[in-house]
C-alpha cells in the first residue's frame, strides 16, 4: 500500500461539503447540525478514558508543541517506563470510578523490543486483575510490535496526526505525516481501533482543521481526541495566542460532521474552555479524557461526572 497524507477525492469532499456548510449557515445552526449527529450515532452515552505518562522526557522528536522534547527546554519531569505495580496502582484509579478506557502512553519516537515485552506484561496483567478496555500510545512501532501488544490485552491504538498533512512540516520535521499513517495502517491490519485525532490553536486555519478531520475520516479513526493547545514556556509555540471560545466549539462541530459516527473526544487544554464545556457537550463531544492529561492538568472526575450526570449523558 502506497502511504500518504494527501486526501483521497472522497475525503476531500466531505472536507469540501462541510466548510460550504459552515459558510452557509450561521454558527448556532451549525453546532446543531453536529449535534443532530452526536444524538444519532451515540444518543446519550458518553464514553470516558484515560492515559498515564508512563515514560517521560527526553523525546528525540523536535515538535514544536511538545514539553517533552528533548529539543524543547521545558520542566518535564524525565524518567524511564514505569513498573507493571505503578501501572496497575494508577489504572485502578479509573477503573473503580467507572472510566471506560486506559491507556499506557510513552515519550520518544518508538519502543526498543525489550520496552515491548515489558509493556507486554503491564498489559497482561491489567486485562487479569481489572475491567477496562486497554489502548497504547507508544509511537511509531512495528506491525511486529503491535501484534506482540495486541496478544497482551491491547484492543485500541492511539496515534495523533496532529495537525493537517498541509502543515505538519510546520511543526515536525524529524518525522513526517506518512511515518504516522505507516503505524496506523499497521495497526489496522491486525485488527486493532485506531484513536486518532491531533492538536488546534497551533497557527492552522479552520480549513486546516477541516483538512485533518477529512484525513481521519479517511483512515477510519474511530476515536478522534481534539486537543486545544496549552503554550507551553520553553516551546517553539510559547505565547501562541487563544483561540476565541467561538472558533473551538465551530472547530469541535466540524470534527464531528466530517466524522458523524467517530467519538469526538474532550483532550487536553480542557481547563481553557471550562466555561464553554456545556456548549462544547452540544457539538458534537461524545467522549472524553478524564483526570491529569501528560504534562498539564487535567479535569477532575467528579467535576465532570458531576456535569455528566446533570446533563442526562450515561457515561458508567
Known sequence: MEISSKLGP??????????????????????ARADELRKKAFGN????????????????????WCAQS????????????????????????????GVKRFSLVTSGRTLSDSDVAKTAEIFKRLKKEMNIGLCGSLGLLTKSQLQILKDAGMTRYHCNLETAPSNFANLCTTHTMEDKLQTIYWAKEIGLQICSGGIIGMGETF?????????????????????????????????????PDEEILKS????????????????????????????????GVSAALVGDMLTTAGAGMKDDFDMLAELGYEYR
Open 207 to 243: 480549513e486546516q482543521r477541516a483538512e485533518l478531520a477529512a484525513k481521519l475520516w479517511e483512515i477510519g479513526a474511530m476515536s478522534i481526541p481534539v486537543n486545544i493547545l496549552i503554550p507551553i514556556k520553553g516551546t517553539p509555540l510559547y505565547g501562541t495566542p487563544d483561540l
Open 10 to 31: 472522497e475525503a476531500l469532499e466531505r472536507m469540501h461539503e462541510a466548510l460550504d456548510l459552515a459558510k452557509r449557515v450561521n454558527t448556532q445552526e451549525f453546532l
Open 70 to 97: 528533548a529539543h524543547n527546554h521545558t520542566d518535564a519531569e524525565v524518567y524511564p517506563l514505569v513498573s507493571a505495580q505503578e501501572a496497575i496502582d494508577f489504572a485502578k484509579v479509573f477503573s473503580d470510578a
Open 45 to 64: 452515552k458518553f464514553e470516558t478514558c484515560s492515559i498515564m505518562n508512563a515514560r517521560s522526557g527526553r523525546c528525540p522528536e523536535n515538535c514544536k
Open 252 to 283: 469541535l462541530a466540524i470534527f464531528r460532521i466530517i466524522n458523524p459516527d467517530a467519538q469526538i473526544r474532550f483532550a487536553g487544554g480542557r481547563l481553557k474552555i471550562r466555561h464553554i464545556q456545556r456548549e462544547a457537550l452540544k457539538c
